[in-house]
Structures are given as C-alpha cells and as structure tokens.
C-alpha cells in the first residue's frame, strides 16, 4: 500500500476533495525515526515513578480511566518538559480510547465509510500516543475492506503508459507521495487530447461508492475524469438512448470534472459516483474503462498514482441494527 498517513490531513466529505501533502512536494519527511524509541521520563520521587508504571499497566489491559487517573498523577511529578511531554501522550492516548470504541462501534454496525473516516481523523489527533497501535490495526483492516486498488504504477508498463503519448515512470523519491514509483504524464508536441486510460478495472461498478487518486500538478490544468461505459437497458420512464449516426459509434460515458488547486504539492481527490453525469445511457453495471482525459491545446504536467474505488457499506445483515 502506498497510501501515507501524513497526507491524510483531512475530512472526507460527501463532495468531491482533494487534501494538500504535507509542504510542497519537494519537501522532505522530517518526522523523528520511529525505529528509536523515546527513554522513559524521569520523575522527581519514586511514587511518582510508580503512578506511570501503574498507569502503563492499566492502559495495556484496557483500564483507560483507571490509567488516566494514574498518568495525571504521574504527570505532576515528572522532572524535565520532554518528561511532561512523554507523560502527556499516554493522558491523551487514554482519551483517544474512547473514539476508538465509537469507531469500532461504527465498524459492527457496518458503517465502514463512516468509521474510516472517523478513523482518519484521529489518526491525527492520536496517531503519536500509544493509542495508535490499535488505531493503526484498525486501520489497515478497513483499508483492505473497503479499498480494490486498480492502478498503483509499480510496474512500469511502457506498452500502456508510453512516452509517444507522454506518459514516463518516475522513481526519484523526491517526487513520490509514497512508494516505489508513480506515473508522470504530460501534453505531447502535436497539442492532441491527453488520455490516460486505465483497463484494469471491474465491469460492475453498482457496489463502489467513489473513485479516488492521488495527484500533483508540475504544470497545471483542468483534467476530467471519465468512465466509459458499454451503456445498458433502458429502464421505464427514462428517455431514449442515444441513436449513432450512420457510420458511427455511440460513446457512453460518465463524466465529472476534478476540481483541484494550482499546487505542485501531492492532492488527494475523491470523486463520488453519485456525481458523475451520463451520456448517452451510460451505465455504472458495464464500465469499460476510467480515463483521466485533459483538452487538446493544453500545456500540462501532471504526477499521478494509485487510483482506487471505494466500496459502499456493507449490508446490514436481516435483523441487524439500524443506521442513524
């Protein structure tokens, strides 16, 4: 998975979204080697010392309230500000425990969209406290739960992405929001249409809520994002199909603009489903491919990686509870 946590600052909304990395993409990760675990406080007496040990043994056995009372106390003794600080974040992973119990509760009830999202945010309230372990665990599960990566560019592909079309594979860490590599792709001299056309890609889209990628503009422009679609029946009480002149193919598709900002900084845009607008009685049950698709004439440079659908909530089971 290339999906990094720090570039998850943000709310996910109903609409479409995208979320600003962490600096310009240039920036490097400058967070502390989590590797090196932090020494343990020190405190001005012994019963001090043994109101933080009493405190790590409660939190480990899920005592949350019993192991606030004994970090709080803990706290007033601890020596230096750095042992405050390290005392503070086991009184705010206590905290935190409890929205992690409201999400869990949002996950059995199967509202995994809403948890996720949940999830994101106190990730960065708590994702530094001991906490986050569990958090984290959490995490991943949904991850692999509600996520069907369809292109994340680790193979480079040069039959499907070529340069003749503008499309290279980039490898400089420098550039990557995470991972190993990510797809460049950019206007090519004759100023024709860009396409970048994914075919790995389920034909039913019916249970997936939104699609979402991750994208960072070098030289900006307002791209498209289409799903062609091989059409459907036509249902009762909806207009006509649209009839192909002689000589010529129906194109059905649905299409949504990706509204993003003039950054070159890495942006996470979820596009939902629901908006996306048919043509020619388009279909979401027979998708034929996803396209990102730029106008000819069009100066652009876009970075892009690991495109994904996200599923809708599962059903609730026949008896099970009701959502809210």
Do not use: H
């Not at 990094?4 to 600096?23: D, E, H, N, P, R």
């Not at 009372?69 to 706290?75: D, E, I, P, W």
Request: aromatic residues 10%; contains cysteine; positive net charge.
């Amino acid at each position: 998975m290339k999906f990094s946590l720090k570039f998850a600052v943000i709310v996910l909304s109903l609409a479409v979204v995208y979320l600003s990395a962490a600096g310009s993409l240039l920036a490097q990760d400058g967070t502390a080697d989590a590797s090196k675990p932090a020494p343990e406080p020190e405190f001005k007496s012994e019963k001090y010392k043994e109101s933080y040990d009493k405190g790590k043994e409660e939190f480990e056995a899920g005592e949350y309230k019993d192991a606030s009372r004994s970090f709080k106390k803990a706290l007033s003794g601890a020596r230096t500000k750095e042992d405050k600080a390290q005392v503070n974040k086991w009184i705010l992973g206590c905290k935190g425990s409890s929205v992690l119990k409201k999400i869990e509760q949002y996950k059995k009830r199967n509202l995994w969209n809403e948890a996720y999202d949940q999830l994101l945010i106190a990730l960065q309230r708590y994702g530094e406290t001991p906490i986050s372990g569990p958090l984290m665990k959490l995490f991943t599960d949904l991850e692999g739960a509600l996520f069907l990566e369809i292109e994340n560019f680790n193979f480079a592909n040069t039959s499907l992405y070529s340069a003749k079309y503008g499309k290279s594979f980039v490898k400089d860490p420098a550039y990557l929001a995470n991972g190993t590599q990510c797809l460049r792709w950019q206007n090519t001299r004759d100023g024709k249409p860009g396409m970048l056309k994914i075919t790995n890609v389920p034909r039913n889209w019916s249970q997936f809520k939104s699609i979402e990628f991750w994208i960072a503009l070098q030289v900006s422009a307002i791209p498209e994002a289409v799903v062609m679609s091989a059409g459907g029946a036509k249902k009762k009480g909806t207009a006509a199909r649209t009839v192909a002149p002689r000589g010529q193919a129906v194109r059905t598709f649905l299409i949504s603009k990706v509204p993003i900002k003039k950054t070159k900084a890495w942006q996470y845009v979820r596009i939902p489903l629901a908006s996306l607008k048919s043509q020619g009685g388009a279909t979401l049950e027979a998708v034929t491919d996803f396209r990102i698709q730029v106008p000819g004439g069009k100066t652009f440079n876009f970075l892009v990686d690991d495109i994904r659908l996200r599923k809708k909530n599962p059903q609730q089971a026949a008896g099970g509870p009701r959502k809210r």
